[in-house]
């Protein structure tokens, strides 16, 4: 199993808050290192099948991580990975077990980069909002897909609290076509992109080659 890095030069990792149009107004932008990446596309999925298998691996034992370092009766923490770049949303009592729950996940084999997004709860207090949240998901699913000018399948959605999260290997083009397909969706209160972005070059370098066209026949009676 060939490491994602072999092939393609850096890619920018950004992670941007983008407010939604409907409630609040500006962007706030962060930029977090770079990333290498390579091979190519697994059907529709822009990462290899090594790094869909090393995502997997990364969310069970980094939920098993932070259920170690948090207050299980008065937190939630969710671990989101794609191709390695890690997303933690929810909610915690401290800052102490915030840090600590980042910090688990870090230490995991084959993570590249951490993006805490979780929010300090009161006592006691969890965040009603996991059906309308799965609801915004289903909605921004939907309206990628019905979009037709973007890949809805390089896109990886999470919703927190009516923030949606959205994450991929994507051209500037397709990040900036969805985030805003995404605030555009009633009840989204802010969209947060942790995107690898590529140039179109390097996004054609992660489509499969096209498989040759047999020859024509031109036999002659």
């Given at each position: 199993m060939k490491r994602l890095s072999n092939h393609l030069s850096s890619l920018s990792i950004v992670v941007a808050a983008v407010v939604a149009a409907s409630s609040l107004s500006g962007c706030a932008a962060l930029f977090?290192?770079?990333?290498?990446?390579g091979g190519t596309l697994v059907a529709t999925d822009r990462r290899t099948s090594g790094a869909q298998?090393?995502?997997?691996?990364?969310e069970l034992k980094g939920g098993k991580r932070v259920a170690e370092v948090t207050d299980q009766q008065k937190s939630r923490v969710s671990v989101t990975s794609y191709n390695?770049?890690?997303?933690?949303?929810g909610e915690v009592q401290t800052d102490t077990e915030k840090a600590a729950a980042e910090q688990a996940v870090t230490q995991l084999e084959n993570v590249r980069t951490v993006v805490n997004e979780v929010t300090l709860?009161?006592?006691?207090t969890f965040s009603r909002s996991g059906a309308s949240d799965a609801l915004l998901t289903s909605k921004v699913k939907a309206t990628l897909?019905?979009?037709?000018?973007?890949?809805?399948?390089?896109?990886?959605?999470?919703?927190e609290r009516g923030t949606v999260y959205l994450m991929g290997i994507v051209t500037q083009r397709e990040?900036?076509?969805a985030t805003d397909l995404a605030r555009s969706i009633s009840g989204v209160q802010k969209v947060v992109r942790v995107f690898e972005i590529v140039s179109e070059d390097e996004l054609a370098r992660l489509r499969p080659?096209?498989?040759p066209k047999p020859a024509s026949s031109s036999n002659k009676p």
């Open positions: 977090i290192g770079g990333a290498m990446v298998l090393e995502d997997q691996s990364i390695r770049m890690v997303l933690l949303t709860a009161g006592n006691n897909i019905d979009a037709r000018d973007v890949m809805a399948n390089a896109f990886k959605v999470v919703t990040a900036d076509r080659a096209e498989p």
